[in-house]
C-alpha cells in the first residue's frame, strides 16, 4: 500500500514519509516568509528538529527556535512565547513536535496580535469571538508524536499556573493552515511515548464515540479511529521503525481529535486535572481512567459498543471491548492505578472541583455529579 496522499479535511494535510522536506512550500502556503519554529524542550536539540531548521534556512527562512515549552504548557511559556514572537517581527508560527509544542504554539500564533488576556478566550460559551480574527498568526503544524492529533485541532490546552487548572483556548482560525504528517519524524519514540500518546488517540476516538451529541460524521471517524489503534499500535510499540504502523497511527490521531467535535467526557473531565496538579504524562493518564469510566458508562453505551465491538474483531460485545481495554493497556505496561502512575497524596476535593468545571463534563454519557466524580477517583486510586 502507498501510504502518501494529500488531504483538504479538515485541513490541507500532506501525508507522507519523508515529506518534511516540503516544509519551506508548506510555509509559503500558509503565507509565512519568517517564520518561528516552537517545540518543547525535550526536541530542541533532536536531529529531526535540526535538520528542520536547516530546510527553512536553506529556503531563506531563517531557523528561529522557540524552544521553552514544559510537558504541561502553560500561561507563562505562552507569555515567554508571544514575547519572542513580537520582538523577532516573526509572521507566523511553525508547530513542532507532541501534543505540548503543538498546542504551546498554536496559542502562541493566536495570542500574538491580541490585546485581550488568554484566559479571555477560554472555551465557554461564545468567548472567541472577544478575539480580533485578523491578526492570528497562521500556523504550520508538524506533529512528531501520534497522540494528540492538535494539528487537526482549533484548541489548545494550557495550564493555568495560580490555579494548577488545564483550561481550553478556542478559537476556529487556531486551526493549523498547513499540516505535514510525517512517519518518519515519529520513529525515534521511546515506547512509553509511542504506547501513550497511540492511547491518547484512542481515548479520543472512544470518548467521542460515546458521546450523546448528534455528529454521525464523528461517530464514524472515531469508530475507524479506533480500528487503526487495535490494529497498529502494538506494530508501532514492537518496532518503532514500521513506517506503516508509524503512519496508520498519525492517521489515528488525527482522526481522534476530528471526532472529538462530537465530545469528550469523563476520562479527559479526569485526567486534565490529575495531569495538571500532578504532572502526569496526559495520554498515559486517559489509558489509566478508560475501565473504570466505561464501566460507569455502560447503562449510556452499551448498546453501541456492541456493534463496535462487532466492527473491531472482538467477541462479546460491550463486556468483550471493557476486557480488551484491560488487557491492550496491559500489554503496553499501563499502570493499572494513579498511585502506580505516581500519583501521591491527591487532594480529592480540589479533583473533583476541578474536573467538573472541565468542559470535557458536558460530552459524558451520564451526567456527572460530586458524588460520582469522586467515586471514579477514589476507583482509579
Known amino acids: 500500500m ?67 515549552v514544559d510537558p504541561n504548557p502553560n500561561d507563562a511559556n505562552v507569555a515567554d512565547g508571544v514575547s519572542v514572537y513580537r520582538e523577532g517581527g516573526f509572521d507566523g508560527v511553525i508547530a513542532f513536535g507532541g501534543g505540548s509544542g503543538l498546542d504551546l504554539a498554536k496559542t502562541v500564533a493566536f495570542m500574538a496580535g491580541q490585546t485581550r488576556p488568554l484566559w479571555d478566550f477560554e472555551d465557554i460559551s461564545d468567548w472567541w469571538t472577544r478575539a480580533d480574527p485578523n491578526v492570528i498568526a497562521p500556523v504550520v503544524a508538524v506533529p512528531t508524536t501520534a497522540g494528540t492529533g492538535s494539528e487537526v485541532g482549533r484548541a489548545s490546552v494550557i495550564t493555568k499556573s495560580d490555579s494548577h487548572e488545564k483550561k481550553i483556548i478556542f478559537h476556529p482560525k487556531m486551526l493549523p493552515a498547513q499540516v505535514i504528517m510525517d512517519p518518519e519524524l515519529t520513529v525515534g ?6 504506547a501513550g500518546t497511540g492511547l491518547d488517540a484512542f481515548a479520543h476516538c472512544v470518548e467521542a464515540y460515546s458521546s450523546p451529541h ?12 479506533m480500528r487503526l489503534v487495535k490494529e497498529y499500535l502494538p506494530r508501532a510499540y514492537a518496532d518503532g521503525t514500521d513506517l506503516e504502523a508509524r503512519g496508520q497511527m498519525m492517521s489515528a490521531a488525527a482522526m481522534g481529535a476530528t471526532a472529538f467535535q462530537k465530545g ?30 466505561l464501566r460507569f458508562n455502560s ?41 502506580q502512575l505516581g500519583v501521591k497524596d491527591p ?35
Open 2 to 68: 502507498n501510504l502518501a496522499a494529500n488531504w483538504s479535511y479538515p485541513n490541507p494535510i500532506r501525508f507522507g514519509a519523508g515529506r518534511i522536506a516540503e516544509i519551506a512550500d508548506a510555509c509559503k502556503a500558509a503565507g509565512i516568509s519568517k517564520p518561528l519554529l516552537i517545540t518543547d524542550k525535550g526536541l530542541a536539540d533532536h536531529p529531526i528538529t535540526s535538520r528542520t531548521l536547516s530546510l527553512l534556512n536553506e529556503a531563506g527562512l531563517g531557523n528561529a527556535l522557540f524552544a521553552e
Open 189 to 194: 519514540m521511546p515506547k512509553f511515548i509511542t
Open 214 to 225: 448528534y455528529h454521525p460524521m464523528s461517530q464514524g471517524i472515531a469508530l475507524e479511529g
Open 264 to 293: 469528550l467526557g469523563a476520562i479527559h473531565a479526569l485526567s486534565h486535572p490529575i495531569g495538571a496538579m500532578h504532572h502526569t504524562h496526559h495520554g498515559t493518564t486517559n489509558a489509566v481512567f478508560m475501565p473504570a469510566v
Open 299 to 339: 447503562d449510556a453505551i452499551r448498546d453501541r459498543f456492541d456493534m463496535a465491538a462487532a466492527y473491531l474483531g472482538i467477541d462479546g460485545g460491550f463486556a468483550g471491548f471493557c476486557d480488551f481495554v484491560d488487557s491492550f493497556n496491559a500489554s503496553f505496561a499501563i499502570p493499572k492505578t494513579l498511585a
Open 347 to 381: 487532594d480529592l476535593c480540589a479533583l473533583t472541583e476541578a474536573a467538573l468545571r472541565d468542559p470535557s463534563v458536558g460530552g459524558n454519557p451520564i451526567g456527572l455529579t460530586e458524588q460520582n466524580v469522586r467515586a471514579l477517583f477514589e476507583a482509579c486510586l
